[in-house]
């Protein structure tokens, strides 16, 4: 488990520089009032829109996938809308890894919170149901004021951006844990800790299930929550993490621990989960990270890419 940022001179060879130097730039931007973070950060949505034409050409087609009904107009509007809320999720970033507490106090709101505390009172880890919302680093700062979690993530491939997101993350957590290390997972869930966990993307074939999902019939769906329940010993509790309408401020909701969980087998958990992640994507469709290529695999192999 990583519990620390590690620094090095390494971070600072000059072909770091010019990451550095934008760096600087958004911690100084983090200085800004939150609605004028979110203007620019409308603006910069509204340009990667036109300049990157591939991952506009993702989201759209996941919105024709899930929602095929959905009238062509109101679909554009949605996805304008979506990168507008992207762009401002660099901000929620940016405010997550350098904001003080007493400023993240002043612009959060958390409910359920004692959900959380019920659970670990009685001798039991929590495993926080999330999806892949677009303010969710600022989530996990957000609850970090009321506990320190477990973050589950993926390293980074960049040295000073590994540096930055685990400095950054340590400020709400208590340790991360890359998201393929089950055993550590289910270690500190036994300690009744808290942690992140997402099955709303698609990570593979392996340990996946080919389910529905909105309108798709056959989306990989890993099958993690299941396992982790029962190893951990774990409650899974819904998490849900927004921007808030008028832009000024952020609010998460945590509910209460699912009944029979995990059930059956895990196709039916499979089920039962992809409905959870339907029910909070929808709370807010434009600021889910539509973005990914959630479906890029395939049931079978030799099938097209809905991509294409």
Request: charged share 25%.
């Amino acid at each position: 488990m990583v519990e620390s940022a590690q620094f090095s001179r390494q971070l600072l060879h000059p072909k770091h520089w010019p990451l550095w130097l934008g760096v600087g730039l958004m911690r100084l931007l983090s200085a800004l009032p939150l609605r004028w973070q979110m203007a620019m950060g409308a603006a910069l949505g509204r340009t990667a829109m036109k300049l990157l034409g591939s991952r506009a050409h993702t989201a759209r087609r996941n919105l024709e996938l899930c929602f095929p009904d959905m009238p062509v107009p109101e679909r554009d509007a949605l996805l304008k809308r979506n990168f507008e809320e992207t762009g401002k999720a660099i901000f929620d970033t940016v405010n997550a890894w350098w904001w003080s507490d007493a400023r993240i106090q002043r612009h959060m709101q958390l409910v359920g919170r004692e959900h959380v505390q019920q659970t670990i009172d009685a001798g039991q880890g929590v495993i926080l149901f999330a999806v892949h919302c677009l303010p969710l680093e600022m989530g996990a700062r957000v609850f970090g004021q009321f506990k320190a979690g477990i973050g589950v993530y993926r390293p980074h491939n960049n040295a000073v951006m590994e540096y930055l997101q685990v400095k950054g993350r340590m400020r709400s957590a208590k340790g991360l844990v890359p998201k393929r290390d089950l055993r550590q997972m289910v270690r500190c869930l036994r300690s009744a800790e808290v942690i992140w966990y997402t099955a709303d993307q698609d990570f593979g074939r392996s340990s996946a299930v080919f389910i529905p999902f909105f309108a798709v019939p056959d989306a990989a769906t890993i099958t993690g929550a299941t396992t982790l329940a029962k190893l951990g010993k774990a409650k899974v509790l819904p998490f849900f993490v927004e921007r808030c309408e008028e832009d000024d401020g952020y609010r998460i909701e945590i509910m209460p621990p699912l009944e029979d969980f995990p059930g059956e087998d895990e196709l039916s958990d499979a089920l039962r989960g992809n409905a959870i992640v339907e029910s909070l994507i929808g709370r807010n469709l434009p600021q889910y990270m539509w973005l990914h290529r959630r479906f890029k695999t395939r049931p079978d192999p030799k099938d097209p890419s809905l991509y294409k």
